[in-house]
């Protein structure tokens, strides 16, 4: 038989499809909801976006100003990959003296490309393939991907209204199997606004120990907790050592573009994390840690004025979402409000988009932070206080159409 020339292979060959050579675990996951609806609103001319979690406040000036002069300066090189030296002293310094608790800065901090990247590194450095992560519920939408993508299988526990969506104790209990290694924490909770109490936090901490776990926490809205001070579970007796900390300055200072998050821990949990850090990102943006720098050293008075104003705007829109028969529990931290839309008869999602077309006043639909987000809707009000008031005009007229 005479040989098929090249030609005449090729046209044997099956047509290429791209689609084939993805990932099995990303080609099976969801865009995320939220862009959804932002992308939506983007669109839509007059609309009042209350969907994205983003301060409205500008970054300070001398924050800005002190990036700027680094630039001039040159300073455009790498940093050490767990970030500059006087960076992380500044941060260990803060914990120690806003909480109490002591880190080595050279072996028990890492500075990340936002928290996010933190949030991925903790999940890719504490799971083997099979293993599992608790995750209560409802909760910020990376979470469940970021273990799906570490190799890992998240296990969803459900928080409930009643208990103002504090996860409880004996829930996660059940949900701890012997292929259990880590419980991710994440107060004040993004999207419920909820936080925890000492109390319940040390009913965890007996479920933490009694199954060797470790604790991720995620304390981005750390600094906005409103009536009364934030708790880490690190600050209880002996679960320094089994918690990472994971912050950053992007909810308190407006500084999300910045792209600065960082991770405290034991040096074991940290140092694995930052071999990941070491082949990934190498180090965060130079400039972005001298402007968070400048933050840690001299913003705490503009982070105290925005929590107030933002504490104001809870307030407003609370007491607004009520009063126009959206039914609401007093958020104690972050920057949103969680209100029921359980009596209308409508999905979170169907509720939302109608909302969305027929007032122009975008929010979240629940079910997107997770099953028991069903029936709720999530609404930031890190908006000026004028759109708060204008938005719940709007709902109202929506609701009292329905």
Same mark, same amino acid.
């Given at each position: 038989?005479?040989?098929?020339?090249?030609?005449?292979?090729?046209?044997?060959?099956?047509?290429?499809?791209?689609?084939?050579?993805?990932?099995?675990?990303?080609?099976?996951?969801?865009?995320?909801?939220?862009?959804?609806?932002?992308?939506?609103?983007?669109?839509?001319?007059?609309?009042?976006?209350?969907?994205?979690?983003?301060?409205?406040?500008?970054?300070?000036?001398?924050?800005?100003?002190?990036?700027?002069?680094?630039?001039?300066?040159?300073?455009?090189?790498?940093?050490?990959?767990?970030?500059?030296?006087?960076?992380?002293?500044?941060?260990?310094?803060?914990?120690?003296?806003?909480?109490?608790?002591?880190?080595?800065?050279?072996?028990?901090?890492?500075?990340?490309?936002?928290?996010?990247?933190?949030?991925?590194?903790?999940?890719?450095?504490?799971?083997?393939?099979?293993?599992?992560?608790?995750?209560?519920?409802?909760?910020?939408?990376?979470?469940?991907?970021?273990?799906?993508?570490?190799?890992?299988?998240?296990?969803?526990?459900?928080?409930?209204? %009643?208990?103002?969506?504090?996860?409880?104790?004996?829930?996660? !209990?059940?949900?701890?199997?012997? *292929?259990? +290694?880590? =419980?991710? $924490?994440?107060?004040?909770?993004?999207?419920?606004?909820?936080?925890?109490?000492?109390?319940?936090?040390?009913?965890?901490?007996?479920?933490?120990?009694?199954?060797?776990?470790?604790?991720?926490?995620?304390?981005?809205?750390? %600094?906005?907790?409103?009536?009364?001070?934030?708790?880490?579970? !690190?600050?209880?007796?002996?679960? *320094?050592? +089994?918690? =990472?900390? $994971?912050?950053?300055?992007?909810?308190?200072?407006?500084?999300?573009?910045?792209?600065?998050?960082?991770?405290?821990?034991?040096?074991?949990?940290?140092?694995?994390?930052?071999?990941?850090?070491?082949?990934?990102?190498?180090?965060?943006?130079?400039?972005?840690?001298?402007?968070?720098?400048? !933050?840690?050293?001299?913003?705490?008075?503009?982070?105290?004025?925005?929590?107030?104003?933002y504490d104001l705007r809870r307030r407003l829109f609370v007491s607004g979402l009520n009063r126009i028969g959206l039914d609401c529990f007093e958020p104690k931290g972050a920057f949103y409000?969680?209100?029921?839309?359980?009596?209308?008869?409508?999905?979170?999602?169907?509720?939302?988009?109608?909302?969305?077309?027929?007032?122009?006043?975008?929010?979240?639909?629940?079910?997107?932070?997770?099953?028991?987000?069903?029936?709720?809707?999530?609404?930031?009000?890190?908006?000026?206080?004028?759109?708060?008031?204008?938005?719940?005009?709007?709902?109202?007229?929506?609701?009292?159409?329905?």
């Amino acid at each position: 038989m005479k040989q098929q020339t090249k030609k005449q292979r090729l046209k044997n060959v099956l047509p290429w499809n791209a689609k084939d050579h993805i990932n099995q675990s990303v080609r099976d996951m969801p865009p995320s909801g939220i862009r959804k609806f932002f992308d939506l609103v983007s669109e839509m001319k007059g609309a009042i976006s209350l969907g994205v979690g983003e301060p409205d406040f500008v970054t300070p000036w001398h924050v800005r100003e002190a990036c700027i002069y680094s630039l001039e300066l040159g300073n455009t090189h790498y940093t050490s990959n767990k970030g500059m030296p006087e960076l992380r002293e500044a941060i260990c310094q803060e914990v120690s003296r806003d909480m109490g608790i002591d880190f080595d800065c050279n072996e028990e901090i890492l500075i990340t490309t936002g928290v996010s990247e933190a949030v991925d590194l903790a999940f890719r450095a504490t799971l083997n393939p099979g293993e599992e992560a608790v995750v209560p519920e409802p909760c910020y939408v990376a979470y469940t991907p970021d273990i799906i993508l570490a190799g890992g299988v998240p296990k969803t526990v459900p928080t409930r209204l %009643e208990n103002e969506f504090r996860v409880q104790a004996e829930d996660v !209990a059940r949900r701890v199997t012997e *292929k259990t +290694r880590s =419980l991710l $924490l994440s107060y004040p909770n993004n999207p419920t606004g909820a936080i925890m109490t000492r109390s319940d936090l040390e009913d965890l901490a007996d479920v933490v120990v009694e199954n060797d776990l470790i604790v991720i926490s995620d304390e981005v809205y750390a %600094e906005l907790t409103y009536s009364k001070s934030h708790i880490s579970f !690190a600050q209880l007796e002996g679960m *320094k050592e +089994r918690t =990472l900390i $994971l912050n950053g300055l992007s909810k308190s200072h407006a500084m999300t573009g910045w792209r600065i998050g960082y991770a405290m821990g034991d040096p074991a949990l940290v140092g694995a994390m930052t071999k990941i850090h070491q082949y990934t990102m190498l180090c965060a943006p130079t400039m972005a840690q001298v402007a968070a720098l400048e !933050a840690m050293q001299s913003g705490k008075d503009e982070m105290l004025h925005m929590r107030h104003e933002y504490d104001l705007r809870r307030r407003l829109f609370v007491s607004g979402l009520n009063r126009i028969g959206l039914d609401c529990f007093e958020p104690k931290g972050a920057f949103y409000a969680f209100p029921s839309v359980q009596r209308f008869g409508l999905s979170s999602e169907e509720f939302a988009e109608r909302l969305l077309y027929e007032q122009k006043v975008a929010v979240v639909p629940g079910n997107v932070f997770g099953e028991s987000g069903e029936g709720f809707l999530r609404c930031s009000y890190a908006t000026s206080r004028e759109e708060l008031i204008e938005a719940l005009d709007r709902m109202e007229i929506f609701i009292k159409s329905l």
